[in-house]
């Protein structure tokens, strides 16, 4: 099968843990590498944010980048991007003139509008499109509100994706529930989860040195939603309970720390650590290489995720997948995910007491933490292989392309 993937603002060559990069980059990327594995020819369209990038980038057998001219050639926050979707969907199908694909993936809503106008310029034929969200902007507005920076027409514009697209493959159920309250029909949602590496994130290795007795790691992107402060809040509560000899790392940001001082998160963390007594407790480590990443979670004894809310999130799989417990707010894809009792322990939201209270469980018991770090990895293996997720999407793309007849498009409003 000829895929043509759509990641507007996620390239899979994207270096990760900016503010714009991180999951769908991952996804993307390995859902494409497993793929074009299972024999598929693959090509994921991206912006060109950058003006020295190669138009094709050849990643390997049977898996390529295209970078496409869609507005200035530079990094722009993703919520910048719609102005450029009739661009970027001009690109495309300036492209597919060359070979046109069996299936259209969209990543994303702004991809999935580009892929909908792209789709549908052949009048005697409609390429079939399927649909990934990763994140649904009432969801985003129901706990951002005016935090939430998205285009007003998203509002419209996403639910027309939805409508408009032949198969919608959600991360989990919670996402299916959003969908149906958006009017969408269900009839036409697959579920098929991220994945998880698991040649790279496993539980055999070496791992990190660390400083004290304890340790604490917090992963992912520096902005509020996280729910890091949460994790930083919960320390006092872990001293009052008896566990002093703790440290928490957390990795996410840029590279280089200096310009990490000045990131108006970054600030707000540590001046929150300083002001609660834990700053000697709290180490940011920045952007961590993946490569480096399984060590660092073998060296934990706990990973806290604490969103207010998240899609899915690779997190937590990541480290089960190393066979370390997970700590995780009890809010979208992580009820999944993380298996309460078994595979780590779930918190209500916003909830730093709770936090405390179960890494205090945890940290005073080791033979739980290794119980559940093995059910976790256990759990990692069987259900979230980037090969199983692959086949999983194979199917979603078989049915969009078995129900599209010939000449039908379906685009609601969402002129560009």
Known sequence: MRISMVSEHASPLAALGGVDAGGQNVHVAALSEALAKRGHSVTVYTRRDAPGLARRVAVGPRLEVVHVD???????PKDELLPFMGALADGIASDWARQRPD????????????ALDAAGRDAGFRVPVVQTFHALGTVKRRHQGAGDTSPRERRWLEPGV?????RIIATCPDEVFELKAMGIDTGKVSIAPCGVDLGLF???????????????????RLVPRKGVDLVIRALPHLSAAGCDDVELLIVGGGADLGVLDSDPEVRRLMALAAELGVRDKVTLLGHVPRAEMPALFRSADAVVCAPWYEPFGIVPLEAMA?????????????RDTVVDGATGIHVPPR????????????????????????AGQRR????????RVAAETEKAYQ??????PAGEVRMEGAAL
Do not use: K, N
């Not at 299936?103 to 580009?114: D, I, P, T, Y």
């Open 70 to 76: 869609a507005g200035p050639a530079r990094q722009i």
């Open 103 to 114: 299936v259209v993936h969209g990543h994303f809503w702004m991809s999935g509008l580009a």
């Open 162 to 166: 939805g409508r408009s697209v032949d």
């Open 202 to 220: 496993a539980a055999a290795g070496s791992a990190a040195p660390r400083s004290r007795r304890h340790r604490i790691l917090s992963v992912g």
């Open 322 to 334: 190393c066979g370390v417990p997970v700590v995780a707010a009890a809010v979208g894809g992580l």
């Open 351 to 374: 909830d730093p007491e709770a936090i405390a209270s179960a890494l205090a469980r945890l940290l005073g018991d080791p033979a739980l933490r290794e119980e559940l770090g093995a």
């Open 380 to 387: 990692a293996r069987s259900r979230y292989s980037w090969d």
């Open 399 to 404: 049915q969009a392309v078995a129900g599209v």
